[in-house]
């Protein structure tokens, strides 16, 4: 049987058990053979594709069990808060202000990645600390942990938030002296999140191109997607389907639907357009989303 592919002349990773070898064989898309040079190109034929590595490493495509795509693509387009960036309070407010000055009126500022931890002030930012930087537009700050947002006056006030609003089950809003500090952990979190617009279907489809490109360049060529619907709600399971039907998804996705009690559940709706499978009889159904399977799966429609 002849090799479809085979790389050569390289260290190739084959896992930690099996270690290292010199070349590989492919056949149809799966791994033929691994080997020596010379073990390897015995399997050469006269349409084999053979590619000289030069003495450089190869790995096979990762897995990336758990992520969010989706925000992952959207916070891509964000200020960038973390530690790598900014180390000082005063460098993070000014990279704030800076973006706002490009933002049209009403537009949201929006940044992730801070660790209080190596900032210089050692704690989370206050909400009057996001003031200074920024006052006229509404600003979220979102910790790298994905688990706590700040937000300054002007995001409360948008969002509706006061000193009276009931704290959701399971989340956190940070009260000092009875004074919001505009801190939001955990479910609560939601309450800033969702003030801004939705993005639209096609925002969501260039985020998951940006995403899956990001992706390749680490080596992770499959990811599962473990809350679809985080940022886009059911536009998210539209946004993917477009995004494979037109090339823009390079990645292999294995999605799972986001069923959070604390917000609206699109699961029924993914249920009833016949995407989901192996659901059962409570609302909070958590599905693998039967995408992609078929022609008519990733059709666009106007």
């Known amino acids: 049987m002849a090799a479809d592919t085979i790389l050569h002349n390289g260290t190739i990773w084959r896992g930690y058990n099996e270690g290292t070898c010199q070349a590989v064989a492919i056949w149809q898309g799966r791994i033929l053979a691994t080997g020596t040079d010379e073990a390897m190109l015995?399997?050469?034929?006269?349409?084999?594709?053979?590619?000289?590595?030069?003495?450089?490493?190869?790995?096979?495509?990762?897995?990336?069990?758990?992520?969010?795509?989706?925000?992952?693509?959207?916070?891509?387009?964000?200020?960038?808060?973390?530690?790598?960036?900014?180390?000082?309070?005063?460098?993070?407010?000014?990279?704030?202000?800076?973006?706002?000055?490009?933002?049209?009126?009403?537009?949201?500022?929006?940044?992730?990645?801070?660790?209080?931890?190596?900032?210089d002030i050692e704690r989370h930012p206050d909400r009057n600390e996001l003031d200074e930087a920024v006052a006229d537009l509404p600003v979220v700050l979102v910790r790298a942990c994905g688990h706590v947002t700040l937000g300054n006056s002007k995001a409360l006030e948008?969002?509706?938030?006061?000193?009276?609003?009931?704290?959701?089950?399971?989340?956190?809003?940070?009260?000092?002296?009875?004074?919001?500090?505009?801190?939001?952990?955990?479910?609560?979190?939601?309450?800033?999140?969702?003030?801004?617009?939705?993005?639209?279907?096609?925002?969501?489809?260039?985020?998951?191109?940006?995403?899956?490109?990001?992706?390749?360049?680490?080596?992770i060529i499959s990811c599962m997607d473990a809350a679809v619907g985080m940022a886009g709600g059911f536009a998210e399971v539209q946004a993917y389907h477009f995004a494979k039907h037109d090339g823009r998804l390079p990645v292999r996705v294995w999605q799972v639907l986001l069923g959070d009690p604390g917000r609206t559940s699109f699961v029924q709706q993914c249920y009833?357009?016949?995407?989901?499978?192996?659901?059962?009889?409570?609302?909070?159904?958590?599905g693998a989303v039967k995408i992609f399977l078929d022609g008519s799966a990733g059709r666009r429609t106007a």
């Not at 801190?183 to 003030?195: K, M, P, S, V, W």
């Not at 009833?272 to 958590?286: Q, T, Y």
């Open 42 to 119: 015995a399997l050469r034929g006269p349409q084999t594709r053979v590619l000289d590595l030069g003495g450089q490493f190869a790995t096979p495509g990762l897995n990336d069990n758990h992520l969010h795509l989706m925000p992952l693509g959207i916070s891509m387009g964000w200020v960038d808060a973390s530690p790598d960036a900014h180390l000082t309070l005063k460098s993070l407010q000014e990279a704030l202000r800076k973006r706002a000055a490009e933002r049209p009126e009403g537009g949201w500022v929006t940044a992730r990645g801070y660790d209080q931890v190596k900032l």
């Open 158 to 219: 948008l969002a509706g938030v006061d000193e009276s609003t009931r704290v959701p089950f399971g989340g956190v809003i940070e009260k000092v002296n009875g004074r919001l500090t505009g801190l939001f952990a955990e479910n609560a979190q939601g309450l800033l999140r969702d003030a801004p617009l939705r993005p639209t279907v096609e925002e969501l489809v260039s985020a998951a191109e940006r995403a899956s490109k990001y992706l390749i360049l680490k080596c």
């Open 272 to 286: 009833d357009a016949g995407l989901v499978s192996g659901v059962g009889d409570d609302m909070l159904r958590v």
